[in-house]
């Protein structure tokens, strides 16, 4: 009967291995297909991160004359900064008044 047990459990084991086998061949497929995937979709940010690049560089070079005419007029009125950075509710606290007093220089 020992003899008995020790078939069926040799038995049972190359069936579990089998099973395992099968399980681990199915499991090396998707992690393949899954990584294939991966690879694809990276490509595609790849490509829609180089599209965004090109239109903010394009937007950028319009904006340049705006900036260029907004400075010169920031330039001409009395403590521009110093009145933006008090009347910000989170900035005010932070300045000091020999922060004040650099922000007066024009």
């Given at each position: 009967m020992v003899a008995d047990k020790g078939k069926k459990s040799k038995v049972s084991d190359r069936?579990?291995?089998?099973d395992a086998d099968h399980i681990d061949g199915e499991l090396v497929l998707s992690i393949e297909k899954l990584q294939e995937l991966q690879d694809e979709l990276e490509k595609v940010n790849e490509e829609a991160s180089d599209k965004v690049l090109e239109v903010e560089q394009k937007y950028n070079e319009i904006r340049r004359p705006?900036?260029?005419?907004?400075?010169?007029?920031?330039?001409?009125i009395p403590d521009f900064w110093l009145t933006a950075f008090l009347s910000h509710p989170a900035l005010c606290d932070l300045l000091s008044e020999e922060d004040q007093k650099v922000c007066h220089v024009t």
């Open positions: 069936i579990v291995e089998e705006v900036y260029v005419k907004r400075n010169e007029i920031i330039k001409s």
